[in-house]
């Protein structure tokens, strides 16, 4: 014979729900909700305040000491650039005296270049006159002769050698002059333009052209020292 299975029995008091709670972790509340703070005592505000001094006071050191490394910095940067830009100056002086003396060597070789064109031209222009002279170039010399025999002791025993070619030019302005205590004589060695008054004493030569490049050659050599183109024209 089967059995009867037996009846449950069901305890609602087990399955009876919990209040719901306003507080999401199991219903717990809050610290807030149980006590409140303490009050600071006026002995840790004290020590607060004074931590709080201290910090700014070692903010303001801070501050303090990076000005003067910031202000070191500067003044060693701001030497060391003026050190460079007197180092850059001397460099820069230098250069200019170096240019100031190549310029200076330019002016002098220039001038020089100057000076040599200027006594080519004049030499070239008293000759060109000279040979333009004709009679007047006898003239002058014979001038010159007469000039040169008042430095003699005597002119009565004077000999003028000239060249064949201006024999009878001579001949002729001697008369004209009234020169005739001279002697008078053709010499081959004597170039045409020239002449030679000979005594006892002295021998000189009258060459104009000579005496043109002589003097030439000596106003060369004192531009060439320390002369200038005033003193040139001083000597002309």
């Not at 509340?29 to 607060?48: D, K, N």
């Not at 200076?104 to 040979?131: F, K, M, P, W, Y």
């Amino acid at each position: 014979m089967a059995l009867a299975p037996l009846p449950i029995m069901e305890d609602k008091a087990l399955h009876q729900e919990a209040p719901s709670s306003p507080y999401p972790v199991l219903g717990a509340t809050p610290l807030a909700a149980i006590e409140t703070s303490a009050p600071v005592s006026a002995g840790e505000e004290q020590r607060m305040q004074e931590l709080e001094r201290m910090l700014q006071e070692a903010q303001g050191r801070a501050e303090l000491m990076e000005r003067e490394a910031y202000d070191k910095a500067y003044a060693a940067g701001e030497k060391a650039g003026m050190a460079l830009g007197a180092k850059r100056a001397e460099q820069s002086l230098e250069h200019l005296d170096v240019l100031l003396q190549q310029a200076e060597s330019q002016v002098r070789s220039l001038s020089d270049a100057c000076n040599d064109t200027v006594l080519d031209i004049a030499q070239a222009v008293i000759e060109h006159v000279l040979g333009e002279l004709g009679e007047q170039r006898y003239e002058m010399m014979l001038a010159s002769v007469q000039r040169a025999a008042l430095e003699m002791p005597s002119v009565s025993d004077l000999l003028l050698l000239v060249s064949p070619d201006d024999m009878s030019v001579f001949e002729r302005l001697m008369q004209e002059g009234d020169i005739g205590k001279w002697r008078l004589r053709a010499q081959s060695d004597v170039p045409s333009g020239c002449c030679r008054l000979i005594s006892q004493q002295q021998d000189i030569q009258i060459d104009p052209e000579q005496a043109v490049k002589k003097t030439i050659e000596q106003l060369r050599m004192r531009l060439q020292g320390d002369g200038d183109v005033d003193e040139l024209e001083e000597l002309v």
